[in-house]
């Protein structure tokens, strides 16, 4: 088991624990709006950069695909040489490859230095919930992950938005180069806030790193991807069906690894008796099927408007600022609503999601695209107060059953989490439903969000329920 990084100053009070805190949110922040922010400029450096179909895809999911297969590694180098040093060097180096992102002269660069920021964004991200378990005290915990989910959630809405704004202001004459750009001063301040703030001891002991399973779980997950990525551009053919099989037997491999390692008191890279526990079996089924139906519903709404309404990116943001205020709203009111009426609200958030975008789907069939902003503003604003609702308080109700160590374990395996059901997600949904961008195609695609999104409704239900324990 990776030893877990001991606290210096953290737990003692003061702004301190706050101010590095803040760090982490930035990053948190900076990390997944790139998730989002590059769908509303997407049509215009696919114009600039000539990019094809697949390349437009990788922009996208390569950064997904990336971020999957190193957080699992991220997490334990960040457990062997210690959280503060990995995250301090990964917020520079996603910080340096986002300006090389917005230097890109070409669709083939900008893919690389994309799947480059992912690996990075990896680095940060996988130290995150490990460093907010050493910093605050037990009685904070479900606080600061309140916070720290509705940031990684506000941060993915408000993508669409930010990138629109600056797409159209083109500032001195970025274009779609400024979404990029726009990390150099975030990152800064990212790293300013951690290096000063950030008070981490050293591991108290180090753990090897478990270079069998680094290598089975990435080439899996990349064989997995790859292959529908080739679908998507060339259509069904009997090849990548082969890599599909392929990695679904190093994915079955990778898992007798690692069960057979801790049977032998290795370190696994992955903890699997923490899927023994109800909540945070239950909740990494939920998270992986939310960030991939939430990733692929943003893509499919910005490729919607922009490729198939001709919606300016000013207008396909503002379009999205509804949703955005509704999550928004949902987040604050989530803590409050849960402790009162346990996991019954996150089942009904995530039902009033997927029935609003069932919604959009059928007005957009019926008027073929004819679109009232003002007639789809209460629909908008209350699917994104259903993902508000549902998405800040999962984490923290999946992570309740786990003891402070597991935890620490989790650190790496939550966000892996997040980021598979993002690339994988994204990526099977597109070629299932949307291989050809046009309205029937959105239409079908979101129908299928839609669906998804309600059957989540009834396994939200099995997750630990505060309200009952409060009884």
């Given amino acids: 088991m990776s030893a877990f990084d001991t606290v210096q100053e953290t737990r003692e009070?003061?702004?301190g624990p706050w101010l590095a805190f803040t760090g982490c949110l930035i990053a948190v922040f900076m990390q997944m709006i790139d998730v989002t922010i590059v769908n509303t400029a997407l049509p215009n450096?696919?114009?600039?950069?000539?990019?094809?179909?697949?390349?437009?895809?990788?922009?996208?999911?390569?950064?997904?695909?990336?971020?999957?297969c190193t957080l699992l590694t991220a997490a334990r180098i960040g457990a062997i040489f210690g959280r503060r040093v990995v995250f301090l060097v990964s917020v520079v180096a996603f910080t340096a490859l986002s300006v090389w992102c917005g230097m890109s002269s070409s669709a083939t660069e900008l893919v690389f230095a994309r799947i480059f920021q992912g690996a990075a964004g990896a680095g940060m991200a996988a130290q995150t919930i490990a460093i907010l378990i050493a910093s605050f005290p037990p009685h904070l915990h479900q606080q600061v992950f309140?916070?720290?989910?509705?940031?990684?959630?506000f941060a993915g809405m408000l993508g669409p938005i930010v990138g629109g704004g600056l797409v159209t202001a083109d500032i001195a004459g970025l274009g779609w180069h400024s979404v990029f750009l726009m990390n150099l001063p975030i990152g800064l301040l990212a790293f300013a806030l951690g290096f000063r703030y950030l008070r981490l001891g050293k591991p108290p002991e180090r753990d090897r790193l478990d270079l069998g399973g680094v290598a089975l779980s990435t080439v899996s997950l990349f064989a997995l991807l790859a292959a529908l990525a080739d679908i998507q551009q060339n259509s069904w053919r009997a090849g990548p069906f082969g890599v599909i099989a392929a990695a679904l037997v190093l994915g079955a491999a990778f898992v007798a690894y690692e069960r057979r390692l801790t049977r032998r008191g290795g370190?696994?890279?992955?903890?699997?008796?923490?899927?023994?526990?109800?909540?945070?079996?239950?909740g990494s089924w939920l998270v992986a099927s939310f960030f991939g139906l939430f990733t692929a519903f943003v893509f499919t709404v910005s490729i919607t408007l922009q490729d198939e309404l001709r919606f300016s990116p000013l207008r396909t943001g503002m379009a999205m600022t509804p949703f955005a205020l509704g999550a928004g709203a949902g987040a604050l009111a989530s803590p409050f609503l849960v402790k009162r009426w346990g996991v019954k609200v996150?089942?009904?958030?995530?039902?009033v999601y997927g029935g609003c975008v069932a919604l959009g789907a059928g007005y957009l069939w019926v008027t073929n695209g004819q679109v009232n902003l003002l007639l789809a503003l209460g629909p908008v604003f209350l699917a994104g107060l259903g993902v508000g609702l549902f998405g800040v308080?999962?984490?923290?109700?999946?992570?309740?059953?786990?003891?402070?160590r597991q935890m620490a374990e989790a650190s790496g395996q939550l966000p892996t989490i997040e980021q598979i059901g993002n690339a994988v997600g994204l990526a099977l949904l597109s070629v299932v439903f949307f291989r050809a961008h046009t309205l029937g195609g959105s239409v079908l695609m979101l129908s299928a969000i839609a669906v998804g999104a309600v059957a989540m409704a009834l396994p939200t239900l099995a997750l630990p329920d505060p309200a009952k324990r409060l009884r």
């Fill in 13 to 15: 009070g003061g702004l």
């Fill in 45 to 68: 450096l696919t114009a600039d950069l000539a990019a094809s179909p697949s390349q437009q895809l990788l922009v996208v999911s390569g950064y997904s695909l990336a971020f999957a």
């Fill in 146 to 153: 309140a916070l720290y989910g509705a940031t990684a959630g």
């Fill in 267 to 282: 370190s696994p890279l992955v903890r699997l008796d923490l899927f023994a526990d109800r909540g945070f079996a239950i």
């Fill in 346 to 351: 996150l089942a009904l958030g995530i039902a």
């Fill in 393 to 404: 308080q999962l984490q923290p109700l999946m992570l309740s059953g786990l003891k402070e």
